[in-house]
């Protein structure tokens, strides 16, 4: 009997062990986050998770819409102005969406420098730059308008643009395929050429890609000047 009981016990420790060691080199085997993968909440932290694990853990419902309800590829949210602005308005010119909050103490301030630089370098020029508040209770068109004059933003080519945060969640996902939430947003801008179609996804804080994001919109405007 103590035999049998040595014996069960030496072959349920080796399947333990086994486990361990499958589960172990499963780890090892996981790639970490990517550049295009950070996604920042409003301590700054980093979170490993994917787009589709990030939509359907945050916001199942932007992910997973009912099926009365149709795919969003417009929208229309309101400016600092108090006015209300859609995505046909936008039509025309290039113009680079992306997702902030007004009390971020760091990723959003880096970000909106990075936009402000962008305005700089083509100020006077067709292109417009399209802020989206993921904290709009917060983020009331006053308070954009306080924050925006930090940024030098100029009214007629930088916009912020704010409105109920479960349909910006469905803004960012369906018509920019950005998960959002409140307080939540990643590094990408979002260029979208003069027609309305997203030309590309850059991400600000790698050199590279920032100035490939210049050099596109400058190709851009070109070509709807030719």
């Given at each position: 009997?103590?035999?049998?009981?040595?014996?069960?016990?030496i072959?349920?420790?080796g399947?333990?062990?086994?486990?361990?060691?499958?589960?172990?080199?499963?780890?090892?085997?996981?790639?970490g986050?990517?550049?295009?993968?950070?996604?920042?909440?409003?301590e700054?932290?980093?979170?490993?998770?994917?787009?589709?694990?990030?939509?359907?853990?945050?916001?199942p419902?932007?992910?997973?819409?009912?099926d009365?309800?149709?795919w969003?590829?417009?929208?229309e949210?309101?400016e600092?102005?108090?006015e209300?602005?859609?995505?046909?308005?936008?039509?025309?010119?290039?113009?680079?969406?992306?997702f902030?909050?007004?009390?971020?103490?760091s990723?959003?301030?880096?970000?909106?420098?990075k936009?402000?630089?962008?305005q700089?370098?083509?100020q006077?020029?067709?292109?417009?730059?399209?802020?989206?508040?993921?904290?709009?209770?917060?983020?009331?068109?006053?308070?954009?308008r306080?924050?925006?004059a930090?940024?030098?933003?100029?009214?007629?080519?930088?916009?912020?643009?704010?409105?109920?945060?479960?349909?910006?969640?469905?803004?960012?996902?369906?018509?920019?395929?950005?998960?959002?939430?409140?307080?939540?947003h990643?590094?990408?801008?979002?260029?979208?050429d003069?027609?309305?179609?997203?030309?590309?996804?850059?991400?600000?804080?790698?050199?590279?890609?920032?100035?490939?994001?210049?050099?596109k919109?400058?190709?851009l405007?070109n070509?709807?000047?030719?």
């Open positions: 009997m103590k035999k049998v009981l040595r014996i069960s016990l072959l349920l420790s399947v333990l062990l086994g486990l361990l060691l499958r589960y172990s080199n499963h780890r090892s085997q996981v790639n986050p990517t550049a295009n993968e950070t996604v920042y909440t409003n700054g932290a980093r979170d490993g998770l994917t787009e589709n694990e990030i939509l359907d853990v945050q916001n419902e932007v992910s997973h819409p009912p009365a309800e149709a969003l590829s417009r929208f949210l309101m600092r102005s108090g209300m602005v859609s995505s046909e308005d936008l039509l025309g010119a290039p113009y680079v969406v992306s902030f909050f007004s009390s971020c103490p990723i959003c301030v880096q970000q909106n420098q936009i402000m630089e962008l700089d370098e083509f006077g020029r067709d292109v417009r730059f399209v802020a989206i508040s993921v904290d709009p209770q917060t983020d009331t068109p006053e308070q954009l306080e924050y925006a930090r940024f030098n933003a100029d009214a007629s080519q930088w916009l912020f643009l704010t409105g109920d945060l479960n349909y910006i969640r469905r803004v960012g996902a369906e018509v920019y395929r950005q998960p959002v939430n409140k307080q939540f990643t590094e990408r801008l979002v260029l979208v003069p027609t309305g179609k997203i030309e590309g996804f850059y991400n600000w804080p790698e050199p590279i890609q920032f100035e490939q994001l210049k050099e919109i400058n190709e405007i070509s709807e000047g030719s």
